[in-house]
């Protein structure tokens, strides 16, 4: 897309003010980006060019360029579109330009707006425009007076025209876009968003009891209570409604609107006009600004929870792996059996089998020898219980069979996994492609089973949207949701690197530069010649050209004879570290991972033209710690003894858990019992904590403590403060009243108890 220089000039200057940046980095990236060099790729090797932009800058710099570009696009198309009605005046013209968001835009576009045929532009055939003029020009006369000498075959009374010159004015004031910004503005600030059940439907809709008479600001509802009062009206358990108080609110919104008369006056006609001013609020203005409060405020929830959404996954992805170590999958279950799959250290699958150690059949005796038998065939170093029906069951029928094992033998490792997004990866057309005459329940062992292994490797398999850390994800922009969790899976990829002669195609299709097909490619050309013995071997893939090789190559690992290639260390920047290496005069095996050696190296005395003091810093730190894993160390959560069942639990129960999930109000954390518990926003530290993010990720363990069980709704409420004692708020920020259906609440629901929860927890 074409821009003038002016205008990307401006464009650069807005974007760095919004990302912290300066005019030229973003200028920088911004070339690069449309060059075709992926965020990864410009965030890990070209930092010199952008001044150490990192990848989240760039992620923004990318969606506001876009952005901003469609705008200046538009604000051209309007300029055209009025200047061909013959309708531009400098004064146009120059609000136009000036403009700064697409609605601001729109709003100055709307008179000229080619619509279809309004009362508006009935009354102005009517020839009822000269009567509003009138009125307009001398507002002391009566409008009633006035009106007869307008009256025709088409207007048949006074009334009659003095109605059609209300619709004028109403169209007019409607349209103005002195008028709208102001309103808009107003109603942004002063607005209420109440929410009223729907009479009858109190028990349908019971989930949402805390939205049958709820009201509050409309500027700082969250964005999690935004989405519940959405969902629920979808539903159609409440209805909703945006609108200042009515006691003064609705006064000052008229007011705001009859500004757009100008100076009126007195006399009967300006009460006429004022009146007009009154009714384009109450009956089309009104509606207008909820429909564009109702927009903005599900634009905004969405974009949070999709950030939430985004961050979740992010820490689910980057979760440490248990290693390259044999591993058998048990995916639980009761009538069907509880379906096995052993895996090497590679994930190879080496055996699969079916136990029913449970109702119907009872074949523990049969489902111990199994176990037995497979654990010692394979060497089984892990066991990867995945956490849905069955889970603590299972859970303890390993665990006793792990007692079983001879004296001298290494008993494995019990994890209870994370089962989401497995079935769906078991059904998938991919998952049918690797284990094309498996049974579809097994492979879904197989997926329980890699996945502790490497979360990475074997999620980036299953749709984001399956793997269930998100906040009203079927809720939000499903193509915002898409592209935002595509960037985080791509990051995640890329921060960790891949293996170039084990990763599967879903993985290599998500490292910079590559894609599906080139993915596919690699894997097929492994397949026919062998593994690669370098990087530089890749550009012997057919489709794969210089561009994707350069941004592909330094987020891949090979181990050969190159020792670089195992490292993250581009192969462009191999000379530079050669040279560092000659200057130390060793062997480049023998120095990479002497931290001792490296940091005795003068990083400038490497700079030259091309390769700037961050690459050879970054070079120093590779080969001070090649191939390093960003990912932290492994370690489980061990669930307590005989508590296996939402029954079990009591107020005080201190237990160890995993964090599943984590939203703006609080976290949710598996202990083991089917069902997970919350840790409200206010219980997850001994401090005041505004982001749960400050706190927890998904995948911590953390120990809990709890503080209610609710069994007939299924919801725990946890803890993770070491004491009663009140929460202290920042003197900045003062403790707000609860809105009036928080106070209403249940007896006993606690901080745990809206119906946010039930409604997340049905994502």
Not at 154 to 173: C, M, T, Y
Not at 517 to 536: C, K
């Amino acid at each position: 897309m074409d821009i003038p220089a002016q205008t990307a000039t401006r464009i650069a200057r807005q974007i760095a003010t919004e990302i912290g940046a300066n005019r030229a980095q973003v200028t920088a990236a911004a070339d690069l980006l449309d060059g075709g060099a992926t965020v990864p790729f410009v965030a890990r090797y070209r930092k010199e060019v952008t001044g150490g932009l990192d990848d989240t800058q760039l992620r923004t710099l990318a969606e506001r360029l876009s952005y901003l570009r469609e705008m200046e696009a538009r604000r051209a198309s309007i300029l055209g579109s009025i200047r061909d009605q013959g309708k531009l005046t400098d004064d146009l013209a120059r609000a136009i330009g000036t403009a700064e968001t697409k609605a601001a835009l729109e709003d100055i576009y709307l008179p000229f707006k080619p619509k279809r045929r309004t009362k508006a532009m009935i009354a102005r055939e009517n020839g009822l425009e000269p009567l509003l003029r009138a009125i307009q020009a001398d507002p002391s006369r009566d409008p009633a007076a006035l009106a007869p000498a307008y009256l025709s075959e088409a207007v048949d009374s006074p009334k009659a025209a003095l109605d059609g010159a209300r619709d004028i004015l109403v169209e007019e004031l409607s349209e103005n876009a002195e008028v709208l910004g102001p309103l808009r503005d107003f109603m942004r600030r002063e607005a209420r968003i109440s929410a009223r059940v729907v009479p009858g439907k109190e028990e349908a809709g019971a989930k949402f009891s805390d939205y049958f008479a709820h009201s509050e600001g409309w500027s700082g509802i969250p964005g999690h209570r935004a989405l519940a009062i959405l969902r629920a009206a979808k539903e159609e358990v409440v209805t909703i409604e945006i609108a200042p108080e009515p006691e003064t609110g609705t006064a000052r919104a008229e007011g705001i609107v009859a500004r757009g008369l100008g100076a009126v006056g007195q006399g009967p006609g300006a009460d006429w006009l004022r009146g007009v001013a009154g009714w384009a609020w109450r009956v089309r203005l009104s509606n207008t600004m909820y429909i564009d409060l109702l927009t903005e405020l599900r634009a905004r929830a969405h974009a949070e929870a999709i950030q939430v959404f985004a961050r979740n996954l992010r820490d689910l992805l980057l979760a440490a792996p248990a290693g390259p170590r044999a591993t058998l999958g048990l995916d639980p279950g009761i009538r069907t059996g509880c379906k096995i799959a052993v895996v090497d250290g590679t994930g190879k699958l080496l055996d699969t089998a079916t136990i029913y150690p449970f109702q119907p059949k009872n074949d523990l005796r049969g489902a111990e020898a199994t176990l037995l038998a497979l654990i010692a065939k394979h060497g089984v170093d892990l066991i990867a219980i995945g956490n849905g029906t069955a889970s603590r069951e299972s859970e303890r029928l390993v665990a006793e069979e792990l007692k079983r094992l001879p004296k001298g033998v290494k008993a494995p490792t019990k994890v209870i996994v994370s089962e989401a997004g497995a079935s769906v990866y078991s059904a998938s057309e991919l998952a049918a492609k690797e284990f094309p005459g498996l049974d579809v329940s097994l492979r879904g062992a197989v997926s329980i089973a890699r996945r502790l292994q490497d979360p990475l490797a074997e999620l980036v398999k299953v749709p984001p949207q399956s793997i269930g850390v998100g906040q009203y994800q079927h809720d939000v922009d499903q193509r915002q949701l898409a592209k935002s969790l595509e960037a985080v899976v791509e990051d995640a990829v890329n921060a960790v690197g891949v293996d170039l002669n084990t990763a599967s195609a879903p993985l290599l299709a998500h490292v910079a530069g590559l894609g599906p097909s080139l993915a596919q490619a690699i894997v097929a050309h492994r397949d026919a010649q062998g593994a690669f013995p370098s990087r530089a071997a890749l550009k012997k893939v057919a489709g794969l050209g210089p561009k994707a090789f350069q941004q592909c190559a330094g987020f891949l690992r090979v181990q050969g004879p190159e020792p670089l290639d195992a490292s993250a260390v581009h192969p462009e920047a191999y000379g530079v570290a050669r040279k560092i290496v000659a200057a130390c005069g060793r062997d480049l095996r023998s120095l990479m991972g002497d931290a001792q050696a490296l940091k005795a190296v003068n990083a400038r005395d490497f700079v030259t033209e091309d390769f700037g003091l961050p690459t050879v810093r970054d070079i120093l730190a590779e080969l001070e710690k090649p191939g390093r894993d960003p990912r932290p160390g492994f370690v489980t959560a061990s669930f307590a003894e005989g508590v296996e069942d939402i029954k079990d639990l009591r107020p005080g129960m201190s237990l160890e858990g995993t964090v599943t999930n984590v939203a703006a109000f609080g976290a949710f954390v598996d202990i083991g019992v089917h069902q997970d518990g919350l840790v409200h926003v206010s219980q997850l530290a001994d401090r005041f904590v505004k982001d749960p993010h400050e706190v927890v990720k998904a995948g911590d363990v953390v120990r809990v403590r709890v503080t209610e069980v609710d069994a007939p709704r299924k919801r725990i409420g946890l803890t993770m403060r070491k004491d009663n004692a009140p929460t202290d708020r920042p003197a900045r920020e003062p403790a707000k009243p609860a809105p009036r259906a928080a106070q209403a609440a249940p007896k006993g629901a606690g901080a745990f108890g809206s119906a946010l929860a039930d409604a997340l927890r049905k994502r």
